[in-house]
């Protein structure tokens, strides 16, 4: 009977610690597999490839943060020790794919450094040097696309009427990226509104803006560029633009039948003046 009551209690702890263990695991799993999955959010160092692709190449190894963190403008002159870079590695429950580089402009934007020091330290074409080369094959951060500001129209006091341009003076590209657009405030008749507008083929991604927005949650914000951007496709042209012209070239016709459509155009079927 002792012998008995020895195996039952043997066999309950064996299964108690089986299910705990089994619990623990998934536990890890799931954390584990959330930070294995790509963010779609995330923003990436200056000349960072196509996302896909970048998760792949990207060894960990580190070296365009450390770069980020010890270039020469971000040392503390005073006490010669470097300040916070802009460039992290994502660790545990930072969401991201653990060991890759990326930046939160809130918290350190990318000053564009001329130099482009996070660049040609990439041992993997991770990062792209020749994306942010000029035709001289020189480095020019201006042609970086770490992703593009969005301004949110109602929470920028700027379209309240009240006078604001913070974001606008951040900008590196100040006049040529972000733009201030005056219009006339029809509501109190004598006031104008200066309005920021960025423009999407010159913004970097930088964040200078995000960081430096007056409102508790910043109304102009950085997104990675497939978020940020839509596609009109190849069906939509600009007729008085002879290079958007040539994108027709691409488009393949794709006809929709219907009952109707027989029976002859639909242009016929609207003129023929029975309908009412
Ligand atoms: S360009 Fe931006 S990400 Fe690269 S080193 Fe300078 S601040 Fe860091
Ligand atoms: S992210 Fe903002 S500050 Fe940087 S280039 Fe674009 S508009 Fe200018
Ligand atoms: S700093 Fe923010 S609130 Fe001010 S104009 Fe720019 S986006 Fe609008």
């Not at 998934?26 to 196509?50: F, H, M, N």
């Not at 970048?54 to 070296?63: E, Q, R, V, W």
């Not at 027709?248 to 027989?262: D, F, G, H, Q, R």
């Amino acid at each position: 009977m002792a012998n008995s009551d020895n195996n039952r209690r043997k066999f309950m702890a064996t299964t108690l610690q089986s299910v705990g263990l089994t619990a623990l695991g998934g536990l890890l799993w799931s954390g584990y597999s959330d930070e294995v999955k790509a963010s779609p959010l995330v923003l990436r160092p200056p000349g960072a490839i196509k996302e896909d692709d970048f998760l792949h190449a990207c060894i960990k190894c580190g070296l365009c943060a450390e770069a980020c963190q010890n270039r020469e403008t971000n040392i503390n002159r005073e006490t010669g020790l470097a300040k916070a870079g802009t460039l992290k590695m994502a660790k545990g429950g930072d969401h991201k794919l653990i060991g890759t580089p990326f930046f939160i402009p809130t918290e350190v934007p990318c000053f564009m450094c001329e130099d482009i020091p996070c660049v040609p330290v990439c041992p993997s074409g991770a990062l792209d040097q020749l994306s942010v080369s000029n035709e001289a094959g020189e480095l020019d951060i201006n042609r970086a696309r770490m992703g593009l500001a969005v301004v949110h129209k109602e929470s920028c006091i700027a379209f309240w009427g009240i006078q604001c341009d913070a974001c606008y003076r951040a900008c590196p590209l100040l006049g040529e990226a972000l733009i201030i657009k005056m219009h006339r405030n029809e509501r109190t008749g004598k006031h104008t509104y200066m309005l920021p507008i960025v423009h999407d083929d010159v913004c970097t991604g930088c964040g200078l803006c995000e960081q430096a927005c007056v409102t508790e949650k910043p109304a102009i914000f950085v997104l990675p560029n497939d978020v940020a951007k839509g596609r009109a496709g190849d069906h939509y042209i600009k007729g008085w633009d002879k290079e958007d012209d040539k994108r027709v070239k691409n488009a393949e016709a794709e006809e929709t039948v219907t009952e109707l459509s027989k029976k002859g155009n639909a242009e016929d079927y609207l003129n023929r003046g029975d309908l009412y």
